[in-house]
């Protein structure tokens, strides 16, 4: 007499040639995505990109990211938003000023590194260069106020990170 | 099947690694007084462009610096259809002077970040596919992989003091 849930000599087997079928799909799909560029970043969860046709890639991770609620440089916050705009209190010249102060401590880093490279000759400095992550959403005058601090600071080339809209 | 278990390391160690989104980057520069020693002698005559971004339109102000000035606005709106549109005009600029491979661009306050980076792609990047301009110095862009550019230097001269 069989039982109500089929007969008890029934044995259950995989089916293992879709299977594979899947696995070596997914493997080509995966192949093809994957890549050896040595820069990787992860971008930060409370932001989103702006999109670009830009064929650049990125070559260094940003040391300015802006996401919906502050403004952090190199993962330490300087600036709670509120808004989405900066706080008039950390404002000074039109400048956002904890970025400035912390751009100045990472360009006098930079110029130590620099002049053990190149023996202390001055005559060869080029003006800094940073990266800045910012969430598409934001106003101009937040990029705005980033861009005057680190002119302060000596940083005149900007990168703007952006998502790439053919990868 | 040791088949199986290949497939499903490679699997997973590919889904870890995997990029799904590309990420690029768009450079700008902001006015600054060089202290360097060398006196560069201006050119006699040349072509500034000047693109101010707004909240709904985008102008683009083209003129030479001496006589005949040539000056020349327009203004595009801010669509898909209208920044394409801005996208050829800046190449017709382009090839108008091919010496001249600066622009200064402008943008207003309130003008949303993703706006102001498509309007940064129209000036400074041109597509994988698209033809490039016929410029005097194509063949050495190319060479250089700077024909990835249609204006390869955009100062931001909204950040000013």
Known sequence: MSSAGGDSNESLS???????DIFSILVTFLLMSYST????????????LPDSVTLVSMDEVPSIVVNRNEILINNKKVVTLQNGKVPAADIQQGAVYPVFQELV??????KAAADILRGGDDKKAKP???????????????MRRLMLAGQQAEFVTFKLLVAKENI | MPFLDIFSILNTFLLVSASFIGLGIIEVQVPFLSNSTEIKEPPSRSFNIRVDVEDAEIKVTSQWTEAPTEKEEKTFKVDKEDIAR?????????????????VTIYAADTVKYEIFI??????????????????PNA???????????????????????
């Not at chain 2, 498509?118 to 410029?135: C, G, Y």
């Not at chain 2, 063949?139 to 003091?161: A, H, P, Y």
């Open chain 1, 14 to 20: 995989l089916n293992l040639t879709p299977m594979l």
């Open chain 1, 37 to 48: 560029d040595p820069t990787n970043h992860d971008v930060d969860q409370n932001l989103e």
């Open chain 1, 105 to 110: 401590e990472i360009a006098k880093v930079n």
């Open chain 1, 128 to 142: 800094g260069e940073i990266t800045i992550e910012m969430d598409r959403k934001h106003d101009f005058e937040i």
């Open chain 2, 86 to 102: 801005f996208h050829q005009e800046m190449i017709a600029l382009r090839v108008k002077a091919p010496e001249n491979d600066k």
């Open chain 2, 118 to 135: 498509q309007a940064l792609d129209a000036v400074k990047s041109m597509k994988e596919n698209e033809p490039r301009p016929a410029l």
């Open chain 2, 139 to 161: 063949e050495e862009l190319r060479k250089t992989g700077r024909d990835v550019f249609l204006f390869e230097k955009v100062v931001v001269g909204s950040v000013i003091l």
